[in-house]
């Protein structure tokens, strides 16, 4: 547990919570113009320096000169924004400085803002590390703090646009609002004309605590007025205030000042405005910058300025204190402020610079963060139902993951040495919570202390795993998902013929191949030359199975030809997809790779194609091997030298057809011009216009082509002007026909419908040019001496509407996207274990939870309790029967201990929640949850319930 107070402290914290939050805000004045300037640092996680050379060389630097700043006039305030950087820095810190910490954050000088270990992108992270990153933060906050340090606002300065899953996430956390500055270019200025940039946020259409107050900055920018960055780095004039000087310029600075937010205050609906005064590591002479905004402040009591005959008052505030006093406002004259209901995405600064390249740079980083997700919530379900604490070994995967979510690192848009950083870190951190799991694991399989040394293979997507090299190997397939599920499992090996035997003695089919291509270019690495398919059948929820792998001299393949239910033909003259049967729909279907041609503008942010027109990957007929084994049937398609596919039906899956495509090295198409590779799907649906996206992988929002439901359009830049973040799946329906087609992905990525029946996805990009010097970098990564390699999947649904009888065609795409997105592990061992097998197979719950509910989070918490979240998976309306409240009982649910308590929390987890009380607005009313029933907890649709549980194993 982060538990880091010293007795000293903790007396602190409990002596003077009450002055904190709210009551510590200054007093505004309802006839002034009240200007809340708000002091900060925007400290990145990576980006074009590693973490640690931020920290050693920046923030370390700012965070101990604010403290000692702060301390010397109790006027002054300062948020602190990301809790990785403030760990870092607090670890190195006597007690003396943690006391005088401490006592800032009581009285409210130090507040704390956004609160996450990171401040996340909101474009390409899924919702569950999401609200992993907020946890771990929040939760080291408190620990260590205390109740003072609850963030009350979320300050997402720098992200490149805005999801509204995001808006939902935070709202649920408790908190009142959030602040940001990039949105379309078109979109600020109309609001700021209408008076439209203070707003309330509806962050989910199916729940509703969702509505949050959003500030919108009225620049571009979170930097300081110009002229009034005082920072040791900047080279603003300071105010002099001496008369007797010959630099004599406090008035004409007051003058300034006075005229920067007069024009500001024309364009919000109240008489308070915000004031960012900060910058990129700013405040390293935390002395410096305080010292002349004192003196500006005092400026404006000497020599008074007004705005519309009211006095302008200048104030020590922060994000927290200008949205009490909005409220105060809107409350006060009954004012209803604008209501939005769909998201701040794609940016652009103008009409060619659209930020949707990042949704789709460094392919395998985003994959990465997937996994390591993935791991993550399987090491803390093992370690919650193994009666461990909150273990060290798990807290680096935690933290790594945190970092991952950061603005520049999942997005792509760091430097190269910062990119090798962040996978060294995710790499290790995963290695280290293996050494965790496998003992764990071990320990239930054989009832005793041995350890099996299980493997988790991280290199799998490039055919290495050195325990399946042996003759003989064992595999535990985990599935973390809350019901039965059946997956197919790749394993690489290095024979071409085996015998697998599942936990009741029965043999299981399978299928070798050769590997999509030949690996042997890595260097050091040992890699096998075929893969070894086979389905895990039934795995146990939260549970696993165990196989054994022998190897065989020879085996007959038994040919079969596919799935009665879910099939594709290939055309034969072109080699492509021409359609497809699932749900008992046959719809023509093609798929094809091209590209775009890339020039200066595009780069590691932003996508802006040479011309607008796509180029064919394959020169002509793409060449077509087929596969047909006991596992899958298929094809195999070859377009390029370096672009491949491999289009396969598993038996006994109707749910979904799969497209594996490794794509690398791009050659560039000349010196100066690179290319952006894309899948394009093509029917003869008619959607006039329309498709729909996933929000951070939760709910669905409408896209039509070259249009903005919030302000006018212009279409300078068709192509990248239309793109948009896909997390999860991107869908076409014909509402005529009731017919849908939808393709899911295994990472975050960027697409679009740029012709009715048509979708395109992004899924890499050789880009040498670098956005005119944003990052200094451009994409054009190497790996192993050569051009990275990238692989992945799309996984195709379509059919009717309203499904396959059982349930609708949504419901279907909510279940393969989440058996996509926490797919079963397979652990490996090379041990003899066929001795020590006792628990063949095992699940932590009793009876598997209803398929439109899933345990979001299980994991150890402080002695005794664990942190469990439950999550309903479906949208209202999605699906007649799984679209309904539904209740799940878990006084008799889980295998390895009882639940004797729980205490419902905020969705961070940090505060229970009958202490949440968030700000009312006039126009709108924040319902809560359902009570507990005992231990049933009653969900509603796409709602998630958090719990501190007390349990006795």
């Not at 950087?85 to 943690?98: C, R």
């Not at 603003?236 to 005229?259: G, L, M, Q, R, T």
């Not at 049967?581 to 932003?606: E, F, H, P, R, W």
């Not at 011309?611 to 596992?631: L, M, Q």
């Amino acid at each position: 547990m982060y538990s880091l107070l010293v007795l000293l402290s903790t007396t602190l914290v409990l002596t003077h919570s009450q002055n904190c939050g709210y009551n510590s805000c200054p007093q505004w004045d309802p006839n002034a113009l009240n200007v809340h300037l708000v002091p900060h640092s925007h400290d990145d996680l990576g980006w074009l320096k590693t973490v640690d050379k931020y920290y050693f060389q920046d923030v370390q630097n700012v965070i101990g000169s604010v403290i000692g700043a702060l301390k010397q006039n109790p006027d002054r305030k300062f948020i602190q924004v990301e809790t990785a950087f403030f760990k870092k820095w607090w670890d190195h810190q006597n007690d003396l400085v943690k006391r005088d910490v401490i006592k800032l954050v009581n009285n409210g000088q130090l507040e704390i803002s956004n609160g996450g270990w990171s401040m996340n992108d909101e474009a390409t992270v899924n919702y569950q590390s999401t609200i992993d990153q907020y946890t771990l933060g929040l939760r080291y906050l408190e620990d260590t703090l205390g109740p003072c340090a609850r963030p009350k606002s979320a300050w997402a300065i720098d992200t490149f646009g805005h999801s509204r899953e995001q808006a939902s996430i935070v709202a649920q956390l408790g908190f009142d609002s959030t602040f940001f500055m990039r949105l379309d270019y078109r979109d600020r200025e109309k609001r700021l004309k209408e008076k439209t940039a203070d707003l309330l946020w509806q962050g989910s259409q199916n729940l509703n605590n969702s509505n949050i107050f959003t500030s919108v900055f009225y620049r571009g920018t979170y930097s300081y007025p110009d002229g009034f960055c005082f920072d040791i780095v900047c080279n603003d004039e300071p105010i002099i205030d001496d008369a007797n000087s010959p630099d004599y310029n406090y008035e004409e600075k007051v003058d300034d000042f006075a005229d920067f937010v007069r024009g500001q205050a024309d364009k919000y609906p109240t008489n308070n405005i915000f004031v960012a005064m900060g910058d990129d590591v700013r405040y390293q002479a935390a002395w410096t910058n305080f010292l002349n905004i004192d003196r500006l402040i005092k400026g404006f009591e000497l020599f008074p300025r007004n705005y519309t005959n009211k006095p302008i008052k200048l104030l020590y505030s922060s994000p927290a204190c200008y949205t009490k006093a909005v409220n105060d406002y809107v409350t006060a004259n009954n004012y209803k402020l604008e209501v939005k209901t769909d998201d701040f995405l794609p940016y652009a600064t103008d009409g060619y610079g659209y930020w949707s390249g990042f949704y789709v740079s460094r392919p395998a980083t985003k994959r990465f963060e997937r996994i390591g997700n993935n791991f993550l919530q399987i090491a803390k379900q093992i370690a919650a139902v193994s009666n461990q604490p909150y273990e060290n070994k798990i807290t680096p995967l935690k933290e790594a993951m945190g970092v991952i979510q950061h603005h520049d690192a999942i997005t792509g848009t760091e430097k190269q040495d910062v990119l090798k950083d962040y996978h060294r870190m995710l790499y290790s951190a995963i290695e280290e919570a293996n050494e965790l799991v496998d003992p764990l694991l071990s320990t239930i399989i054989s009832g005793t202390d041995d350890h099996f040394q299980f493997k988790t293979c991280l290199m799998s997507n490039i055919s290495s795993c050195s325990p399946s090299r042996s003759n003989k190997f064992t595999v535990a397939v985990y599935n973390p998902l809350s019901r039965v599920v059946s997956s197919p499992i790749e394993i690489p090996v290095s024979a071409k013929a085996w015998s697998i035997v599942d936990p009741d003695g029965n043999e299981v089919a399978n299928q070798v191949e050769s590997t999509i291509i030949d690996f042997s270019y890595v260097n050091n690495v040992p890699t096998s030359p075929y893969t070894c398919y086979f389905i895990a059948k039934d795995l146990p929820p939260l549970g696993y199975k165990i196989f054994t792998f022998t190897k065989v001299e020879s085996r007959r393949s038994e040919l079969t030809f596919g799935n009665s239910n879910t099939s594709f033909e290939i055309d034969e003259d072109s080699g492509l997809i021409k359609s497809i049967t699932m749900n008992g729909v046959t719809m023509d279907v093609s798929q094809d790779l091209y590209y775009y041609k890339s020039g200066s503008y595009s780069g590691a942010y932003i996508f802006v194609p040479l011309v607008n027109e796509k180029f064919r990957v394959a020169e002509g007929k793409v060449k077509t091997t087929p596969i047909s084994g006991s596992v899958y049937q298929g094809v195999v398609q070859e377009f390029a030298p370096w672009a491949k596919q491999i289009v396969k039906v598993y038996h006994g899956d109707d749910s979904h057809i799969e497209i594996e495509w490794i794509v690398g090295p791009i050659d560039l198409v000349s010196e100066n011009v690179g290319k952006e590779v894309v899948s394009v799907f093509t029917t003869s649906l008619k959607t006039e216009g329309n498709f729909y996206t996933d929000s951070n992988g939760r709910e669905m929002l409408k896209r039509t082509r070259n249009y903005r439901p919030t302000f006018d359009y212009t279409n300078e830049e068709p192509i990248a002007g239309n793109y948009h973040p896909i997390t999860s799946r991107i869908v076409l329906k014909d509402e005529e026909k009731a017919l849908e087609l939808a393709v899911l992905n295994d990472r975050a990525q960027g697409g679009t419908s740029l012709k009715d029946g048509q979708v395109e996805i992004m899924i890499q990009r050789n880009c040498p040019h670098n956005d005119f010097g944003r990052v200094g970098d451009s994409i054009n990564d190497q790996e192993y001496g050569q051009g990275v390699i990238t692989r992945g999947r799309h996984y195709i649904v379509l059919g009717p509407t309203s499904g396959n009888g059982v349930k609708s065609l949504a419901a279907i795409q909510r279940d393969v996207a989440q058996r996509k997105l926490l797919p079963p592990w397979a652990f490996v061992t090379n041990q003899e274990v066929s001795q020590r097998l006792k628990n063949t197979q095992f699940s932590s719950l009793k009876v598997p939870l209803s398929e439109n509910v899933q345990i979001l989070t299980l994991e150890p918490w402080n002695n005794s309790t664990i942190l469990l979240r439950l999550e309903h998976i479906l949208e209202r309306n999605e699906d007649e029967n799984l679209s309904q409240e539904v209740t799940v009982d878990l006084s008799d649910l889980f295998t390895t201990f009882t639940i004797t308590k729980l205490v419902e929390m905020t969705l961070g987890g940090n505060i229970p929640l009958e202490e949440s009380v968030r700000l009312k607005w006039p126009g709108l009313e924040n319902v809560q949850s359902k009570k507990l029933d005992g231990f049933k907890v009653t969900l509603a649709p796409m709602q998630i319930r958090t719990f501190v549980a007390t349990v006795v194993y």
